[in-house]
């Protein structure tokens, strides 16, 4: 079983930056993605952005050249810089990982950005 926890989210300006934290518990032998994805009141969850076991990224054209996502192999975790946040990134954000035939959710983290 695996279980993902979320951290980071907040209250920001817009222009300010926040950095997303995944941490993934539990054991996996075997290739897998992780992504972000945000859901925001009223609308539907959207990928943000995600990363490959290789390390290939692939973003959202809402989020392009403002949020950066990483990964930490060694220690099961991925990463999203956010900055230049706009009121229009205000969401809940969830963190994602991806077997084959097998996908976990983490639980969300609230961003906030408002003046």
């Known amino acids: 079983q695996v279980q993902l926890v979320e951290s980071g989210g907040g209250l920001v300006q817009p222009g300010g930056s926040l950095r997303l934290s995944c941490a993934a518990s539990?054991?996996?032998?075997?290739?897998?993605?992780m992504g972000w994805y945000r859901q925001a009141p009223g609308k539907q969850r959207e990928l943000v952005a995600v990363?490959?076991?290789?390390?290939?990224?692939n973003y959202a054209d809402s989020v392009k050249g403002r949020f950066t996502i990483s990964r930490d192999n060694a220690r099961i975790a991925a990463y999203l810089q956010m900055n230049s946040l706009k009121p229009e990134d205000t969401a809940v954000y969830y963190c994602?990982?991806?077997?084959?035939?097998?996908?976990?959710w983490g639980q969300g983290t609230q961003v906030t950005v408002s003046s």
């Open positions: 994602n990982l991806a077997l084959t035939g097998l996908t976990y």
């Open positions: 539990g054991t996996i032998f075997s290739i897998y993605t």
């Open positions: 990363i490959t076991s290789s390390s290939i990224t």
